[in-house]
Nanobody, 121 residues
């Protein structure tokens, strides 16, 4: 059984930074493509970033490009999302996902429960 557990969310002022972590339990994260998604109140879940198996390829949503960075440490079975220059519109529940498809679609096999990120003015 594979489980993903996110952490690192919280309340931050606009312009600030947060780093989200996602630990993969049950299997090493090196087996998976890792992705981050988010869902704001009243909106559908949307893609944020993804990283392929080797970590050599990444892809970002236009809304976060240049501000967010996805990374992974497979020795720790952990994926990260470094979020800089945060904006109020980044407020959402952030979800980690693991799968076998390098994609921005929600075609991931495993999902975490999410961590809340709130950005204030």
């Amino acid at each position: 059984q594979v489980q993903l557990v996110e952490s690192g969310g919280g309340l931050v002022q606009a312009g600030g930074s947060l780093r989200l972590s996602c630990v993969v339990f049950g299997r090493t994260s090196s087996r998976y493509v890792m992705g981050w998604f988010r869902q704001a109140p009243g909106k559908e879940r949307e893609f944020v970033a993804t990283m392929n198996w080797s970590g050599g390829s990444t892809y970002y949503a236009d809304s976060v490009k240049g501000r967010f960075t996805i990374s992974r440490d497979d020795a720790k079975s952990t994926a990260y999302l470094q979020m800089n220059s945060l904006k109020p519109e980044d407020t959402a529940v952030y979800y980690c996902a693991a799968g076998t498809q390098y994609t921005s679609r929600s075609e991931y096999d495993y999902w975490g429960r999410g961590t809340q990120v709130t950005v204030s003015l």
